[in-house]
Structure formats: C-alpha cells, structure tokens
C-alpha cells in the first residue's frame, strides 16, 4: 500500500500554500497525518480517485507538521480535504468522520461544476 506522499506533491512553506491557492488549477489539499487510523482507511483507494480527477493537483499536508494551516482552516479532524483556486475556496470536506471512498469521489465530482 502506497503512503500518500508518495503520489501526492507536499508543501514546503506557508508561503508556497499560498501560492498554490492562488493559481488557476484545482488544488485539492489533503490534511492528514501518520498516526491517524482513519487516514490509513482511505490510502488504498486513493491513488484510484487522484488517478479519475488527474486535472485536479493533490498535496499532502501533514497536519503535525502544519499546525498552523490546520489552525488556519478550521481543520479540527483527519483527513480532511479543502480544495482552491484562484484564491478562492471551491469547497471542504472536512469533519471528525471517517471518510468513505464513495463520498470523497461525490466531493472531488463537485468540485469541477
């Protein structure tokens, strides 16, 4: 089984996460960290939907890591995910629930409406 890191692209700074938030891609952000079960739970299947949305950019934040930017956006449970562009939010899926399969594909399909 594949890490997430391992396919995903990581953020180095606060300043480069900004950055990213602003170009004219979807970014999808994904808050999570090692000793999470419930972030285990969703790598096999990963890799499948970042493959279906490949005109999406994932990137990995390990939320220990980024304190901050969890703090920063309200991202109280892991995983969670938050995607941009231009700036702008395009939506989250973020709650203390374990996440399924089907419902992160139903939230990376709204993203492109």
Known sequence: M???KEYMKTIQTETEYAQIKATDQVS???FSAVWCPDCRFIEPFMPKLTEKYK???FYYI???QWISLAQEEMVMGIPSFIAYR???ELGRFVSKLRKSEAEID???ASLSK
Request: proline letters at 0%.
């Open 28 to 30: 999808v952000f994904v």
């Open 55 to 57: 005109d999406y950019t």
């Open 62 to 64: 390990d939320r220990d």
């Open 106 to 108: 139903v939230f990376l």
């Open 2 to 4: 594949m890490n997430m």
């Open 86 to 88: 231009n700036g702008e």
